[in-house]
Structures are given as C-alpha cells and as structure tokens.
Nanobody, 112 residues
Framework: QVQLVESGGGLVQPGGSLRLSCAASGSLFSSIVMAWYRQALDRQRELIAAINSGGSASYADSVKGRFTISRDNAKNMVYLQMNALKPEDTAIYYC??????WGQGTQVTVSS
C-alpha cells in the first residue's frame, strides 16, 4: 500500500511560481509511475504530468513548457515545479501513484 501527502500549494500571482511536493510511503516507490493531476471547480480531474521509474516524463499540452515533474527515489518524493502560472491553473492538485493511490490534494490559487 502507498500513502501520499502533498504540500506546497498556496496563493500566487499570475506569472509566479510554486513547487509542489509529494511524500510517498512504501518500499516499491522507486519502481512505480508517479503523476500529478488537478481538478478545477466544476471541471473533471485531469492528468497533467507523469514520471516513470527511470525519470522519463510526459505532460499535458496545457502545462508543457511551464511545469516540470521530478522525483527523488532516495527520499520517496515527487515534485511539480510550476512556473509562469496563469489564473486557469487554479485547482486542487493531487499526487497519484501507479496502483490507484491518491493524496488528499493541495489547493493552488493563481490570482492578483
């Protein structure tokens, strides 16, 4: 079983940056795919970034070039660096792992 805890959300102005962190439990962390999703108000949850055990990453078109997913297998951590934030990035951001495990989410609000 995997437990995931996100942190790092908050209020930021348009054009600003935030770094989300996800702490994972479990001895198999280094071998599983990790991902970040987000869900805006009245919208479906969407996959925005994923990273495999080898560090290869993929991104949704909406965040490509602005967001970077990374992982530290020694620390059981996954990160999402978000730059050039826009109001439409406002959402609850969730960390998820292969096998269907989810964190509780962290709110990101982009507003002036």
């Amino acid at each position: 079983q995997v437990q995931l805890v996100e942190s790092g959300g908050g209020l930021v102005q348009p054009g600003g940056s935030l770094r989300l962190s996800c702490a994972a439990s479990g001895s198999l962390f280094s071998s599983i795919v990790m991902a970040w999703y987000r869900q805006a108000l009245d919208r479906q949850r969407e996959l925005i970034a994923a990273i495999n055990s080898g560090g290869s990453a993929s991104y949704a078109d909406s965040v490509k070039g602005r967001f970077t997913i990374s992982r530290d297998n020694a620390k059981n951590m996954v990160y999402l660096q978000m730059n050039a934030l826009k109001p439409e990035d406002t959402a609850i951001y969730y960390c998820a792992s292969q096998g269907g495990y989810w964190g509780q989410g962290t709110q990101v609000t982009v507003s002036s």
